[in-house]
């Protein structure tokens, strides 16, 4: 029994729970938004199941090509790979079949675009930024975010079925908070990503740069969050906590720059406080949620008709 469920938290471990969860948070906050409060719940549970499987599977098939670079971070070299209990072929095996089943789920449950999304988010965090753009360019961070923004798009398309502008602002946002959560990460674990020779920006350019892009990273942040109320998907609630954070996540990042800064402790703060910035964006783009004019004018147009 007790070696039954050691192996079960290997399984688990390998796949990354608390990515998973983030990543939950966020797709829920997108399908929500799309559903404007007539929600589908078999439509949000498959492609819940669906999307937890295949971040699942790409965070395992990633624990299998980073074990060389996880045994040099002292925070990574405890991986159930890196240490031994875990082999590479049964992770493999495991993150193969459940990808297979998440996309299998999306497929049959879903729709083709909430595929696509997934399936784009898929390639790009496993074929092109761990298999290469991790290890060679400083534009890894870049192209990893791409794949980080995709839950919320797919459960936005989910409902939709399409691919509008209410999922591209979701796609710029999310894309957008990526950036100064992953540098800030980059900053306070510096000698991490030292000592296994990965090219993110502080490393390559320096904690000075790495703090000028976190601001306009920010900047760029909070006028994208904007928008999505601008567009009329979202309501002055939500604004008005986009608002607030954005403010006083920029503020956090400019206190960087003082004379007496500790930049681990800082960074540190920049980062858990993105966490809550996203976090508070996902509940309030679920719970204020607002019909964009243009479906409203369809919509009254339609009964005027009938």
């Not at 937890?52 to 090509?65: E, P």
């Not at 409902?159 to 979701?170: H, K, P, Q, S």
């Not at 503020?251 to 004379?259: P, T």
């Amino acid at each position: 029994m007790r070696e039954t469920a050691l192996k079960f938290k290997r399984y688990l471990q390998v796949t990354k729970p608390g990515i998973i969860f983030g990543n939950l948070i966020s797709a829920v906050g997108g399908f929500l938004l799309a559903a404007q409060g007539r929600v589908d719940w078999s439509l949000l549970l498959a492609t819940l199941a669906g999307l937890s499987l295949v971040v699942a599977s790409g965070c395992a098939i990633n624990n299998c090509i980073d074990q060389d670079i996880d045994a040099k971070m002292a925070r990574t070299r405890k991986r159930v790979l890196v240490t031994g209990a875990m082999s590479t072929r049964a992770a493999l095996a495991h993150g193969l079949l459940l990808g297979l089943a998440g996309f299998y789920a999306l497929w049959r449950w879903t729709n083709p675009l909430a595929f696509g999304c997934v399936l784009f988010g898929f390639v790009i965090y496993v074929g092109v930024y761990s298999l290469y753009m991790k290890r060679h360019s400083v534009y890894g961070t870049l192209v990893g975010s791409l794949s980080g923004a995709v839950p919320p798009v797919a459960g936005y398309c989910a409902v939709t079925g399409r691919f509008d502008a209410g999922a591209a602002i979701l796609l710029l946002m999310f894309c957008l908070w990526q950036m100064p959560h992953s540098y800030a990460i980059a900053i306070f674990r510096l000698q991490d990503y030292q000592a296994a020779g990965i090219p993110v920006l502080p490393v390559v350019k320096g904690i000075s740069s790495a703090k000028r892009q976190i601001v306009l990273y920010i900047l760029a942040f909070g006028a994208a969050t904007a928008m999505l109320a601008f567009g009329g998907y979202a309501g002055y609630g939500y604004l008005a906590v986009a608002g607030a954070t954005s403010l006083w996540w920029l503020k956090m990042a400019l206190s960087g720059y003082k004379s007496s800064t500790d930049d681990r402790v800082w960074a540190r703060q920049v980062f858990f406080f993105s966490i809550i910035t996203i976090t508070a964006l996902s509940v309030m783009m679920a719970v204020d949620f607002r019909q964009p004019e243009r479906q409203q004018l369809a919509g009254l147009s339609a009964t005027a008709q009938s």
